[in-house]
């Protein structure tokens, strides 16, 4: 009875979620405020519906119903509880009612937390949502129920895809969704600002804090991707140009450089096409991303067993949107004034170039990740574009971002006076430029591309450490000046990781015995053979190693290769010692004779943490950012933004 | 500076910077792409000389060999056979009449020499290159 309650939820959440796309659009066109004051309710009865819905599936699996064919192929009775709720999104058609969750979620966070906007905006704002709300609930509905039953019933599920059997996969889908959907609130407030007309800095402002938080959430879900990867798929890689990373890194750069301009235009009133233009592609990119991952076009580590037909319907669902909000583009972007004028030398510059590094970044991304599907639609070959392709190209494009990053906060609106910058920016000069000398030969040896990196972290952090002073002087800052710089400094502890890992880190893959040692990156470690251990749904042969530094014995780690009763397939556990400025990292291969010898690597990662941590001071960068005062203040319907106003 | 020079400025600029960018981008791309190669190709010559690419096939039933972290499998279409040889740990849903995709060199010996076994996340999962592969070879025994 529960799964269809659940369908039977979802089925209404579609009917409403049509109400909520159609009538407050035209109501706000016609001027019917009954139509327009349906918007909220509307949002609030989907969002409830959808969770109900949810609530169904949940119940489903946490109680063993193998009657339903998604719980029969993505659970199994033996499997931990926490596994059993999280395998709600293990497979395709649960994550994409998380999907649509959380789009109902989004809409029903607009519904409540807007009323100090107009009403016919926020109506506006609510209808695009339900727009794009029907297409991915007819998606769920039409080609991916999850609730659709199976008869006879499964005795027995077959198991959640023992990869997914993490803690980390709790939440990585979850975090990850919030950002990719959360883009949808920027995409409607631009679409809606472009029904208006209205593109000014009142929109601009309503914007900013919503398009912040979906930033965070994708800045999170990306970064704790992948620590899952680096610990989970022992290969202790974290990063690996897949193409579904970078679907997902490609909305997060275009999301950054929406965050940019939508501060140009708030506080200046200008690059405002290039804004709406930006949240378009913001959201674009995010289905694309769904697209990708979920059509099986892709070779990908992260290549699930998927059906193909399924992506035809997310690709036509991404025409709609893109051809639709392109054409209301330009139909209605050349009535759209220009803004305040700015000097060659000034912060809007800056942000410009700020924006033009990043969307050359995200088109060489998008370029490498298509390219294959590309020439393989043409009929000219599968080929794959490896890592390298994208650090080539990808690296050059950061340098000189991050060399501006340190410069564009130190420049005024309108127009900045460059010698005085430079005149500002002389220790930090000095110190970064001693760093890029210094940091590669404390840590052993001097590369170019470490040097690079250590010279930019410390640039980064230096001037950071100087606009924070000079700031101080007039007075105390608001929270969004606190936010940046926390989100800047973030950069800079996310490049000394990349950096001190790419450069320094220590590989090893060895056959040991029982009783062997091996060195990497000073420490050693000791192998003491391997246990058979049970586990609730597991067997593991378990590993002990000993760990130690200058013969003082650390700890002992506990790799693990653990068989699945559900399924053939073995998993390999690391077993890592974290810390502050390096990582060790055991992995166990597997067996390769009678008497106890087993293939193992072993990593030594400096500083590979810095890289996570520094993404977590970008999200908290974003967080403070968002409690900024002036965003729970009413705005005035015809409010001018005094010109002039320091960020 | 007039208003009207300011823009020629940033509009030279933009212009400039994303010509260098597809320049680099068009050079690394094509010196960083690895071509799919079925078995029956590379048994055929047709493979990409001096140069890394793929193989897409299945893994021959009974034909892996290991020598400590040396291994030694035969990938197949079903038609042609490849000797592989690879140094280090394989992925764990590497498995012999499993489809598997690898990267690698070929050797003057005709042994593929591969530097990298991709790694599937779920067991029912087929590397379309692989399928891609067999059907190529079904394809041409049909004719």
């Known amino acids: ?647 | 500076m007039k208003p009207r020079h300011k823009r020629i400025a940033l509009i030279a600029g933009g212009l400039a910077s994303v010509v260098l960018a597809a320049v680099l981008t068009l050079n690394a791309l094509d010196s960083n792409i690895a071509l799919y190669v079925t078995p029956s190709e590379v048994a055929a010559g047709k493979s990409p000389q001096g140069k890394a690419f793929r193989i897409g096939g299945l893994v021959k039933e009974s034909s892996i060999k290991r020598q400590d972290l040396k291994v030694n499998f035969v990938i197949t279409d079903g038609a042609k056979d490849i000797s592989v040889t690879y140094t280090g740990i394989l992925p764990d849903l590497f498995k012999e009449g499993k489809g598997a995709v690898i990267q690698g060199r070929l050797g003057g010996d005709g042994i593929f020499a591969a530097t990298e076994v991709l790694a599937k996340h779920d067991e029912n999962y087929m590397p379309p290159e692989a399928q891609h592969a067999l059907d190529q070879a079904k394809k041409a025994n049909a004719k």
């Open chain 1, 1 to 647: 009875m529960t799964p269809e309650l659940g369908h039977f939820a979802l089925i209404l959440a579609f009917v409403v979620c049509t109400a909520q796309g159609v009538l407050p659009l035209v109501g706000a066109q016609q001027g019917r405020q009954k139509w327009i004051a349906l918007a909220r309710p509307a949002a609030q009865t989907q969002f409830l519906l959808i969770a109900v819905s949810f609530a169904c599936l949940a119940q489903a699996f946490l109680a063993n119903d193998f009657s339903v064919s998604y719980v029969a192929n993505h659970s199994n009775s033996q499997l931990p509880t926490m596994y059993r709720f999280s395998a709600v999104w293990g497979g395709h058609e649960g994550s994409l009612l998380l999907w649509v969750l959380m789009l109902a979620g989004w809409g029903a966070a607009v519904s409540l937390a807007s009323r100090q906007l107009p009403e016919v905006m926020v109506a506006r704002v609510l209808a695009v949502l339900g727009l794009v709300g029907i297409g991915l609930l007819a998606f769920v509905l039409f080609t991916s129920n999850p609730f659709e039953r199976m008869l006879p019933a499964a005795a027995e599920g077959r198991d959640l895809n023992p990869l997914l059997q993490d803690p980390g996969l709790i939440y990585h889908p979850p975090l990850l969704y919030m950002g990719y959907v959360g883009m949808s609130v920027a995409f409607s407030f631009a679409i809606a600002a472009l029904i208006s007309g209205r593109l000014d800095a009142a929109w601009a402002r309503w914007s900013r804090p919503w398009t912040t938080a979906a930033w965070i959430f994708l800045t999170l879900g990306i970064a704790l991707g992948s620590w899952w990867a680096y610990y989970e798929l022992g290969w202790g890689g974290w990063w690996f140009w897949d193409p579904v990373e970078n679907a997902s890194f490609m909305p997060w750069l275009v999301a950054t450089a929406l965050i940019h301009s939508l501060a140009v235009t708030e506080k200046r009133g200008a690059f405002k096409n290039w804004t709406v233009l930006l949240a378009i592609a913001a959201f674009s990119l995010s289905l694309l991303g769904t697209f990708l991952v979920r059509s099986g076009v892709l070779t990908s580590v992260h290549a699930f067993a998927t059906d193909p037909r399924r992506g035809v319907f997310i690709l036509a669902l991404l025409v709609i949107v893109i051809g639709s909000s392109l054409l209301l583009f330009a139909w209605r972007a050349p009535k759209v004034n220009a803004g305040g004028n700015f000097g060659l030398v000034s912060r809007e510059t800056m942000l410009l170039m700020n924006n033009v590094l990043l969307v050359v970044a995200t088109g060489s991304v998008l370029l490498g990740t298509l390219y294959p599907l590309l020439i393989d639609a043409l009929g000219m070959g599968k080929l794959s574009v490896g890592p390298p392709y994208f650090n080539a190209v990808f690296v050059p494009v950061m340098v000189p971002l991050l060399l501006l990053m340190a410069v564009g906060p130190m420049a005024h609106w309108k127009h900045a006076d460059l010698k005085a910058i430079a005149r500002r920016l002389r220790v930090s000069m000095a110190l970064s430029v001693i760093a890029g000398i210094a940091l590669p030969l404390l840590m052993g040896a001097w590369t170019p591309l470490t040097a690079m990196s250590s010279l930019l972290a410390v640039w980064i952090a230096a001037s950071g450490v100087f606009q924070v002073m000079d700031r101080l002087k007039s007075g105390n800052p608001p929270a969004s000046f606190w936010g940046m710089q926390v989100a800047h400094f973030g950069i800079a502890v996310f490049v000394i990781g990349v950096a001190m890992v790419g450069g320094y880190q220590e590989e090893k893959d060895v056959r040991m015995e029982p009783g062997d040692t091996v060195q990497v990156g000073g420490y050693s470690f000791r192998f003491l053979g391997v246990k058979s251990v049970p586990g609730p749904n597991y067997r593991a042969a378990r590993g002990n190693v000993e760990l130690s530094k200058d013969g003082r014995l650390l700890k002992t780690m506990h790799p693990e290769k653990r068989k699945y009763f559900s399924s053939e397939m073995p998993m390999t556990e690391a077993a890592i010692d974290a810390g502050f400025t390096r990582d060790v990292y055991v992995s166990l291969g597997e067996q390769l004779d009678d008497k106890g010898a087993w293939s193992v690597r072993v990593y030594y990662k400096p500083f590979v943490d810095w890289i996570w941590g520094g993404c977590v001071l970008m999200a908290l960068g974003g967080l403070i950012a968002i409690l900024d005062r002036r965003y729970r203040l009413r705005v005035k319907a015809d409010a001018r933004i005094p010109a002039g106003v320091a960020a």
